[in-house]
């Protein structure tokens, strides 16, 4: 089993920033890969930004050149660096882990992002 603890959000004005860490714990010798997603009220959960093992990242189109992914393996955590933030990023963003981009199979508790205009 593995442990995903998001941590970081909170409620910033439009063009602010955050930054969002998840620490992962238990079996992480089995993750491969990482992600954020993000669910706005009424709104169905979308992909943000994922990351392999090796560090390779992929963000949705409507964070790219915004949002940042990245790993500390020391620390068993990764961080989503969100800049030039907008009312419409405002969502409860969730950490997940698993064996691959599309195998996220474990997901922490959700952190709540709000972004007021």
């Known amino acids: 089993q593995v442990q995903l603890v998001e941590s970081g959000g909170g409620s910033v004005q439009a063009g602010g920033s955050l930054r969002l860490s998840c620490a992962a714990s238990?079996?992480?010798?089995?993750?491969?890969?990482m992600g954020w997603y993000r669910q706005a009220p009424g709104k169905q959960r979308e992909l943000v930004a994922t990351i392999t093992q090796y560090g390779s990242t992929n963000y949705a189109d409507f964070v790219k050149g915004r949002f940042t992914m990245s790993r500390d393996d020391a620390k068993n955590t990764v961080y989503l660096q969100m800049n030039s933030l907008k009312s419409e990023d405002t969502a409860v963003y969730y950490c997940?882990?698993?064996?691959?981009?599309?195998?996220?199979?474990?997901w922490g508790q959700g952190t709540q992002v709000t972004v007021s205009s």
């Open positions: 997940a882990a698993g064996s691959g981009v599309f195998s996220l199979n474990y």
């Open positions: 238990g079996s992480i010798f089995s993750i491969l890969a």
